[in-house]
């Protein structure tokens, strides 16, 4: 049932009917356009850059590929036993690959923890199962205990050989932990802790692992021992953890434990979660984990940290590692959602103007600031979540005091930002995919309901958000008394001067450099900090004098969170201009910065703090909303890149509208002149277009003809058989189009007749060909060369004849035409918005020439693009390309150029020009258009989301010339693969690459 729902929605998603199931969503043409457009860059490239540890990555994914009966597609469809038990294979088919994850945790926990981002998407489920198994129990064990507990349990813990829990929260205690009531009691004539719940508000809840698997936990109690005076009183020394049996080998439960399911849960449905009551539970004295407090065999006890305060800060610091896992588990779940919601959008079509295709969804202004900004929040969570990770391994390395108080203030804060972050952007995702959102197939629901718990397991988060704020206010008084800051919050010793008002002249600044600049966006973030510190601060101590601590505290609490959030967007601003800082490669670095602009930008204009305090004044704050409109519109261009450089398999990920969408399916179309009946002579001949699939390419898909006959206003197309600088195809910019130019005659006759322009329809259009366009009698028949449009409405059309020469006509045009720039042409392009042209005539000013600016449809002047001058003394230039791959350059900034000259020395073949940022073309290479012969005419080149250009060319040969293949790396000279070529009697002219859509 589960496989003809996907099937279903897959038909509805691909718009058709049939009955057949397709396995993935199909990728449309869309209306993708923004004012200006980042530059695409090399996915690849980015995902290395994000992702240090991918080895690991593939891997993992690899091993659950090769076992798709633990994939499941709806995990609603499971009872909570079919689930929990899922969730056990999925674990022992980790372990029995040769992972030890309590080895990653206690030797190399980046390890760990990238481990749990990793297996967030295969079954959050999985996730807390680890966490509870390896994080806290078995890091309970390892960070609580001596070597005698590691020694006794690490093994067995690690090979699952002995599930364990951790049973801290009580009924009614849950962040309290120190206000926990589970006892555990020594007797110093048995040598033995007797562990004991003293009333049903003690019992265990929530407690993983307990309902079924739990052999032992380690459970969280007040520690009592025999008052020394010998009275029979017992002194309670607080919380601390004890190693506690739960079942035997056999399953069954230990004497005095009393287990109960908790049940059906909102989500998380594979733990099995349980209540544990203790009654005279009897352990031996050694399993108290004795760290940092132990009692000898008289009952004394004695701890190296004097202060009780600090003693249990020390045994709870100890566990921030649940929180960084927790984090890091979240951001996976983020990237998720956010590569499901945006695929789907760029993807979904609906509604367009009259006339006109639909338009991608995400094209609508709604939706990319509704996804654009939670991308660029994801982004730097990430990189805030990194940095966490490498200041945890750090402070364990080095059992620095201050870094341990800056990881537990950073632990703290960005689990509690980034799990409440995720779980409402969850809910926004699922609006953004609409009611295919809704399907339990497309996975948001499930996500959803896996991690709402995230928002208050392992410290709920409005605790863990004051805990931040009090070690600011901590540091903010500690600053007054000489004391050093650590490093995160360094930044407060210029509170003073930050919660100035601002400079008048800069709070009015609306200049796009500006707002974009990193030094204001920072201070500007670290401002809304100081001043919601100071002023904090100034309010504690107001009211504490007139209600006390404690209900000052509470009384400002709101405040107290927002200046929590505040801190860590700075942080995590902090750290995503530092990864900007770092990433070499251009084109990803203006993307990574563009998301980090509209990170910051999007905090400071939707708190009205800033507008408050007069930072920013009325003015500034509309120049911000209309920037951040504008940074939405860039991103939307790269949008589809960015998620895909987080890498998530279609295995993993398993949200049929979240499938990668493979690039537009695009033929190489070839143009063929001669049926090869007879010999090609200059009289009108037969033309074809050849299909071939780039996938492979020289795989002849199919062949479409060129009318030969009248057809009400179409005209028939024909060319010359003999003319070799004819025939020449051009795509449309914005609608896949085929232009080219030709003869209005019937095959076999002379003169060939008056001229015509072809229009042809993309694959998915039905290759519709239109030859209405003939630009009336006056338009003579000398060498119709070649045509160019836009968008299929129009033509520019390049003639031999120097009166004509360069011509411009609407589609359907049967009258007139109007003179661009006369000459002799051979070949006209567009590029990027601009037309150019090439020329062999020595009477122009350029060879290849950049034709007035932007697409003249009057009379224009013809001038080498930056002063190209190409190779040779006598260049004779056919197909070129200019591509933008240099993010460096604004514009188009590589030139790939075919000339027929014989030899490359003087610049026949294939060359490639790279234009510097000093505006001045170089030849970077030159190669012979194939095995047999150097010079070529026809090219197509097309730029691959890999960064890779592929480029097709046809030979300068007048018989049996072939169409070579090349593909430039960027780095080393590209060679010729020859992909087809032409029968006897036949010529290879033209090539274009067109999309089926």
Known sequence: MAANRVGVLLRQLKGGGG??????????????????????????????????????????????????????????????EEHRELVRRCLRTILAAGYSPLSFFARDISKYFYLAELLALVDLSLTVKLGVQYSLWG??????????????????????????????????????????????????????????????????????????????????????????????????????????????????????????????????????????????VRVPRENLLDRFATVDRSGRYSSPIASASRRFAATIGELTGGRVGLTAASVGVLKGALTIAIRYSSQRQQFGPPDAPEVAVLDYPSQQMKLMPMLATCYALSFAKN???????????????????????????????????????????????????????????????????????????????????????KEYRDSFRGSPLAATWSYLKIWAQDSLPANPLVTHETDVQHLRDPTFLLRALRYRTARLLHSLAARLRKHSRRMGEWKAWNKCLLHVLALSRAHIESVMLVDMLAAVSSCVDPDCRRSLKALADLFALDRIYNDIIFRNDDYIAPEKAKAIQRLIAA???????????????????????????????????????????????????????????????????????????????????????????????????????????????????????????????ARVAPVGSGRTIDTTTTGGTSWTATNARSAASQDG?????????????????????????????????????????????????????????????????TAATAAAPNGLTLLGTSPSPYGFAF???????????????????????????LSRYDLSAGGTWSVRWTVAASAGGTGCRGLAARKHNDGRVAIAVTTAANANNVVSWFVDDGTTQPSPTTVATAATNTLFRGVAFQSAS
């Open 793 to 857: 409405t129009s033509f520019w059309v390049a003639s031999s004849t120097t009166a004509t020469g360069l011509a411009w006509m609407l589609l359907g045009e049967t009258a007139a035409f109007t003179t661009v720039v006369a000459g002799n042409w051979r070949v006209v392009n567009i590029f990027d918005g601009q037309l150019y042209a090439s020329t062999g005539s020595s009477t122009l000013p350029c060879r290849l020439c950049q034709i007035g600016t932007g697409l003249p449809t």
């Open 387 to 473: 940095r966490l990770v490498e200041k945890y391994v750090e402070m364990k390395r080095t059992k620095d005091e201050g870094l341990v108080a800056d990881v537990h203030s950073l632990s703290a804060g960005l689990k509690a930002y980034t799990t409440s972050y995720t779980n409402t952007a969850l809910s926004i995702c699922r609006e953004c995919c609409g009611g295919h959102g809704y399907a339990a197939v497309n996975r948001l629901g499930a996500l959803r309901s896996d991690h709402d718990i995230f928002q208050t397991f392992e410290g709920d988060n409005t605790v863990l958000q004051q805990q931040v704020a009090a070690l600011l206010l």
């Open 19 to 80: 009955s057949s199931i397709g396995s993935e969503l199909q990728a449309q043409s869309t209306s993708a356009s923004a004012v200006r457009q980042l530059p695409r860059f090399d996915v690849t490239m980015m995902e290395h850059f994000l992702d240090s540890q991918r080895p690991l990555k593939d891997e993992v994914y690899a091993l659950f590929k090769q076992h798709p009966e633990l994939l499941v597609a709806e995990e609603e469809g499971l009872t909570k």
């Open 139 to 280: 890091g309970s064990v390892v960070n609580l205990g001596t070597e005698r507990h590691r020694k006794k349990y690490f093994d067995a813990i690690d090979r699952f050989q002995v599930p364990g829990c951790f049973a801290m929260t009580e009924l009614k205690h849950g962040s309290n932990v120190a206000g926990l009531q589970t006892e555990a009691i020594l007797d110093v004539h048995t040598d033995e802790w007797i562990v004991n719940t003293p009333d049903d508000g003690a019992i265990k809840w929530w407690i993983g692992n307990a309902a079924e698997d739990g052999k032992m936990a380690t459970v969280f109690a007040r520690l009592k021992v025999p008052a020394p005076d010998g009275s029979g009183a017992l002194d309670d020394h607080g919380v601390h953890a004890f190693v506690v049996p739960l079942r035997d080998d056999s399953g069954s439960l230990w004497p005095g434990v009393e287990i109960h399911d908790c049940g059906y849960k909102v989500g998380l449905n594979g733990i099995d979660n349980g209540a544990i009551r203790f009654t005279s």
């Open 631 to 757: 940074l939405c519109g860039e991103l939307r261009g790269v949008a589809v890149p960015l998620v895909d450089a987080f890498a998530i398999p279609d295995h993993i990920l398993r949200a049929p509208i979240g499938s990668v969408a493979p690039e537009p399916a695009t033929y190489l179309v070839v143009l063929r002149v001669g049926t090869g009946a007879s010999s090609l002579t200059n009289v009108a001949t037969a033309a074809f277009l050849e299909y071939h699939n780039i996938t492979t390419p020289g795989n002849l898909d199919s062949i479409v003809s060129l009318p030969t006959a009248v057809s009400g206003a179409n005209q028939a197309f024909v060319l010359s058989g003999s003319a070799t600088s004819e025939g020449f195809l051009s795509t449309s910019a914005s609608s896949s189009y085929l232009s080219l130019a030709g003869y209005a005659a019937t095959p076999g006759t002379t003169p060939l007749g008056q001229r015509v322009t």
């Open 883 to 909: 591509l933008d791959l240099n993010s460096a350059v604004t514009g188009v900034d590589t030139l790939y150029v075919c000339d027929d000259t014989s030899s490359t020395a003087s610049g026949g073949g």
